[in-house]
């Protein structure tokens, strides 16, 4: 369909993702102030949000950034939370089977839930779409508002006294995103077990805490899953 640069699948992407950054925004700036938080500099938390761009992952390195916990915890606790995109390659993959592997990769690096959510969606109701442009449109404008809210953040949080402890909102960023996602049993159980575990882990040594707590939640919620079906 079209092939122009801003056509019509491609703005689709766009216009369908323009109401879910009412939630993505406030999200880079909690990002971006916790960055702060944790010690970094603008261009290092940028590099971060371009680098790694996966919010719940990129909060919970810097909270542990800013506890000083080893980076093997910070990575491997990163790449736990982000397993479910393993999940959101496989099933998006087929639809991109065609397109060249420059392609594939570029568009592999702009994988988020809310792109990956609507674009499989979209490809169900029509089939006649151009798969890499409506994904591009809605990937491409979810990377470019968190980068900017990032850099707000940054800004912002560098003017904010530590007195008035923003900190706070990186919890409620996290408790925000666990809510609506308990949708189903599996993932109900893999909530409250990670969550209970990570509070009863929290005094481990290395910051371990957090890392044990999402091994456990994703235990118990593939165990749920296989039992339910």
Same mark, same amino acid.
């Given at each position: 369909m079209g092939g122009g640069v801003f056509d019509e699948d491609l703005l689709a992407g766009v216009r369908d993702v323009s109401p879910l950054m009412l939630g993505v925004a406030p999200f880079a700036l909690v990002a971006g102030i916790a960055a702060v938080d944790a010690g970094l500099g603008l261009a290092e938390a940028v590099g971060m949000s371009v680098i790694v761009f996966a919010g719940a992952s990129q909060l919970a390195a810097l909270e542990l950034l800013g506890e000083n916990a080893p980076l093997a915890v910070v990575v491997g606790t990163a790449a736990v939370i982000n397993l479910r995109m393993l999940m959101y390659s496989a099933s998006i993959a087929p639809h %991109?089977?065609? *397109? &060249? #592997?420059? @392609? #594939?990769? &570029?568009? +592999?690096?702009?994988?988020?839930?809310?792109? *990956? +959510?609507? =674009?499989?969606? /979209? %490809?169900? /109701?029509? $089939?006649?779409? =151009? #798969?890499? #442009? *409506? *994904?591009? &449109?809605?990937? +491409? =404008?979810?990377?470019?508002?968190?980068?900017? &809210?990032?850099?707000?953040?940054?800004? @912002?949080?560098?003017?904010? $006294?530590?007195?008035?402890?923003?900190t706070f909102a990186v919890p409620l960023v996290f408790l925000a995103l666990l809510v609506p996602a308990m949708k189903d049993r599996p993932t109900t159980v893999a909530g409250v077990a990670g969550g209970a575990v990570a509070v009863v882990a929290a005094g481990l040594p290395l910051n371990l805490g957090l890392l044990v707590g999402a091994l456990c939640g994703v235990a118990a919620g593939l165990v749920t899953e296989v039992r339910v079906s």
């Open positions: %991109f089977a065609d *397109y &060249g #592997r420059r @392609l #594939r990769a &570029g568009l +592999a690096y702009l994988l988020t839930d809310q792109a *990956y +959510a609507l =674009s499989v969606a /979209e %490809f169900d /109701e029509n $089939p006649d779409r =151009s #798969r890499w #442009r *409506y *994904y591009l &449109g809605a990937a +491409a =404008s979810l990377w470019i508002v968190w980068q900017i &809210g990032t850099v707000v953040g940054v800004v @912002l949080g560098a003017g904010v $006294p530590d007195a008035w402890g923003l």
